[in-house]
């Protein structure tokens, strides 16, 4: 499917909206509200609405995107920085709140950062890296662990020790996920790389030839 230039339509609205939520979720996690309630409703049940809807958008807009035919260089780029931001955000808050282990966290966020890294190499040479069934399966995972340890850390406190669970599956997804996109990666720079040596011989063997 064709990319298109960046334009606003639905789906990279939809990724702006989830930017946009970043903050608003931080404020409403660390902030001290009287009786822990906003708007008289609890905090941390607010607070997983707001990374729920969030999460939801991550799941639209890619949907959106590809029914329509809306892929576009913004959508493209954008959407994975406001995916990593949102759950950056939300598992450094969790920290700060002392609901999961700072180890644990720098593993995971470590994980984000390597394999955008690997990336932008290969996007260099020109080869397109797609996400894998593990970082989708590493994705919904995280999704799954912030919103038990937010309602666990709320009126649904029978569900804490199942984020506590789940933050375990995340972090160990991560780091398999990490070593998956790391072979594929030195895969395809090995290809890439026999490619080059053929097509410069190639024109080595022409150049002869005229």
Not at 12 to 24: D, E, G, M, S
Not at 66 to 81: A, E, K, L, S
Not at 103 to 125: D, K, N, Y
Request: hydrophobic share 55%; proline share 4%.
């Amino acid at each position: 499917m064709p990319c298109t230039p960046g334009r606003v339509n639905l789906p990279n609205a939809l990724t702006v909206v989830r930017i946009f939520l970043v903050p608003l979720l931080v404020v409403v996690l660390l902030t001290e509200f009287e009786g822990r309630l906003v708007l008289g409703v609890p905090k941390a049940v607010v607070a997983a609405g707001i990374f729920g809807f969030a999460s939801l958008t991550d799941w639209l807009d890619g949907y959106l995107a590809r029914r329509r035919q809306q892929i576009t260089w913004f959508g493209q780029v954008m959407d994975p920085i406001a995916d990593k931001l949102l759950t950056s955000a939300a598992f450094i808050s969790l920290v700060q709140l002392g609901l999961a282990a700072a180890w644990m966290i720098a593993i995971i966020i470590g994980r984000e950062f390597a394999v955008t890294g690997l990336r932008s190499i290969a996007h260099t040479r020109g080869i397109t890296m797609p996400a894998s069934s593990l970082g989708k399966l590493k994705m919904g995972s995280q999704v799954a662990a912030i919103l038990l340890l937010i309602l666990g850390w709320g009126p649904l406190q029978g569900l804490a020790p199942l984020g506590q669970l789940a933050l375990w599956v995340v972090m160990l997804t991560a780091l398999w996920s990490g070593v998956d996109y790391y072979r594929r990666f030195t895969r395809l720079m090995a290809h890439a790389r026999v490619a080059e040596f053929e097509a410069a011989r190639a024109e080595r063997d022409r150049k002869r030839v005229s």
